[in-house]
C-alpha cells in the first residue's frame, strides 16, 4: 500500500540512450511532481501536472518529455541522455486546487546513472 | 525572489545531545507554507512538517520542535536528546502558489551525523 512508488529504483544507461521512469499514487491527489536532485543533494522542481494538465515547467530541457495518463500517474521520458543527467529523480504528489499549497508526498527515488 | 537558506552544511553531535537546524527563507508572498523533511541514508523524502504563513505557533512532536519567527523570517528545527538514527539530511522548504500547483524550494540541505 505504498503511498507514491516509482519504477525502477535504478537505472544505468549510456550516454545517447532514451529511458523512461514511472511514477503512480494511490493517495486521490489530483496533482504530480517530478523533482531532480543532483551529486549535492539539491533538490529543484521540474515540471507539475493537475489533473493530466502541465501546469509548472521550470525551464527543463526539451529532452524531457513527462507525460500524464491519468491523474494517478506520471511518468517521465528522456531522450538523447546525457552525462549531465545523472541524479536522482522523485515523483511527488499533493491534493491540488483542494489544498493549493498543500504538503508534498515523495516516492522512493530513481537513481539514475548515465555513463 | 523566493529563497531557502540552510547555513549549516553539516553538524556532528553526540547521541543525547539537543541539536538545533537553522532554516532562513525569503518571499514576498503573503501566503506561503515551510516545511521540514528528512532524507536518511536510504534515500526516501520524509514529510515532517507543514507550518502555515499565519500560523506562528511552536510545534512539538515528541523529540522534535519547530520554531517559526516570521519577524526574522526563520523555522527552525530542535531534536532533543539526538539518537543515531535523527542521522539524514534535512531539507527546509517553502512552499508558493505556482498556478494550479504549488512549488516547493528547498534549502540545500543540512546534514547532521549522530555519533554514539
Known amino acids: 500500500d505504498t503511498a507514491v512508488s516509482q519504477t525502477p529504483k535504478y537505472l544505468v544507461t549510456q550516454m545517447g540512450n532514451d529511458k523512461s521512469i514511472k511514477c503512480e499514487q494511490n493517495l486521490g491527489h489530483d496533482t504530480m511532481y517530478w523533482y531532480k536532485q543532483d551529486s549535492k543533494k539539491f533538490l529543484k522542481i521540474m515540471f507539475s501536472y493537475n489533473n493530466k494538465e502541465l501546469i509548472i515547467n521550470e525551464t527543463v530541457p526539451n529532452r524531457f518529455s513527462p507525460k500524464s495518463p491519468d491523474k494517478a500517474h506520471l511518468n517521465l521520458h528522456i531522450n538523447s541522455l546525457e552525462l549531465g543527467d545523472s541524479a536522482v529523480y522523485f515523483c511527488a504528489s499533493s491534493p491540488g486546487l483542494a489544498d493549493p499549497l498543500g504538503t508534498q508526498y515523495f516516492g522512493p527515488g530513481t537513481r539514475l546513472t548515465v555513463l | 525572489a523566493q529563497k531557502v537558506t540552510q547555513a549549516q552544511t553539516e553538524i556532528s553531535v553526540v547521541e543525547k545531545e539537543d541539536v538545533t537546524l537553522d532554516c532562513v527563507y525569503e518571499?514576498?508572498?503573503?501566503?506561503?507554507?515551510l516545511f521540514w523533511y528528512k532524507q536518511p541514508p536510504s534515500g526516501e523524502l520524509v514529510f515532517l512538517i507543514r507550518?502555515?504563513?499565519?500560523?506562528?505557533q511552536n510545534e512539538i512532536s515528541g523529540r522534535y520542535s519547530w520554531n517559526f519567527q516570521k519577524s526574522t523570517s526563520s523555522f527552525n528545527f530542535t531534536i532533543t536528546a539526538s539518537q543515531v538514527v535523527d542521522s539524514a539530511v534535512y531539507f527546509c522548504a517553502l512552499s508558493v502558489y505556482g498556478g494550479a500547483t504549488n512549488k516547493l524550494i528547498f534549502g540545500t540541505g543540512t546534514l547532521l551525523a549522530v555519533q554514539p
Open positions: 507550518r502555515n504563513s499565519f500560523d506562528e
Open positions: 518571499t514576498r508572498d503573503t501566503t506561503y507554507y
